[in-house]
């Protein structure tokens, strides 16, 4: 397959996880995969996978690394706004740093990472944010992520309006619980906070998914791989749940 060959891609948060996931599907689908991240290691790890796949370190929070991320690489086909995190706590014991951060990861992050990517972004380009069924609906004791990931679902329908009839989209993908490093992150917080099992937090976070499993992260690429492929010009402003059911 490589019906991506000669397009360049840039994804956020591509040294693990879902983003690692598509960054190897792109790359084997012919496009110039470059995957940035604020730790090194990782990303070099994944970059030795594949010759197609270039590391960068780059903080999406920070205005100056997403500016000159974007400034190295020029002309871009294909943004993949995926970098993210999730922390949990009941919101009366919410502090207004926590709130902060994970609005700035999971929101600001999509908005730098788009608005840089929208003005290097060549015809045919295809801008997506992986959001989350977050986005969608409410989840218990992670409300600053919940309201971070429903922006991000606002800000693509907005910038949706602003693009519709040029030749390009950007589109929000919402997975449900997905197996991946950050979910293994919710599970220790569980059992840390409720005495659970391991096994017992797993299978609590798998069953609020309407899959009853969990989704994996190869489920997400190949919805990104669509919304990058011919015949995918019309959809723009979409928020797609990937979780079995609507959300
Ligand atoms: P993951 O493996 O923890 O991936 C998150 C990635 O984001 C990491 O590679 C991390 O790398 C990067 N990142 C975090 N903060 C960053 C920052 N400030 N600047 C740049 N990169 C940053 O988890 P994942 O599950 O694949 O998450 C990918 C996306 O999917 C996230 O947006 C998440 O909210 C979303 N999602 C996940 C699930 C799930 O159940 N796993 C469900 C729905 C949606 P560094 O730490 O090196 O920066």
Not at 72 to 78: A, K, N, S, T
Not at 150 to 177: K, M, S, W, Y
């Amino acid at each position: 397959m490589s019906h991506l060959k000669g397009r360049r891609a840039v994804i956020t948060g591509g040294g693990s996880g879902i983003g690692a996931d598509m960054a190897l599907a792109f790359a084997e689908a012919g496009a110039e995969v470059t995957i940035s991240g604020r730790r090194r290691e990782p990303l070099e790890a994944m970059a030795k996978r594949h010759p197609a796949i270039t590391a960068e370190v780059a903080d999406v929070t920070s205005e100056a690394d997403m500016t000159a991320l974007f400034e190295r690489l020029g002309e871009v086909d294909i943004v993949i706004a995926n970098a993210g995190a999730a922390e949990s706590a009941p919101l009366a014991r919410t502090e207004l740093e926590q709130w902060q951060r994970m609005l700035d990861v999971n929101l600001t992050g999509v908005f730098l990472t788009l608005r840089e990517g929208l003005k290097h972004l060549r015809d045919g380009g295809r801008l997506i944010a992986v959001a989350s069924t977050a986005g969608l609906k409410g989840y218990a004791y992670v409300a600053p992520y919940c309201a971070a990931k429903h922006g991000v679902v606002g800000l693509v329908r907005a910038l949706a309006q602003e693009i519709a009839g040029r030749d390009v989209t950007v589109n929000a993908l919402c997975p449900g619980f997905t197996e991946t490093p950050l979910l293994e992150a919710s599970v220790a917080t569980i059992v840390a906070k409720t005495g659970q099992s391991p096994k017992q937090a797993r299978a609590h976070l798998q069953s609020t998914n309407p899959t009853g499993r969990l989704i994996q992260p190869a489920e997400v690429t190949a919805t990104a791989l669509w919304l990058c492929g011919p015949h995918s010009g019309a959809i723009n402003g979409q928020a797609i749940s990937i979780s079995g059911g609507e959300a």
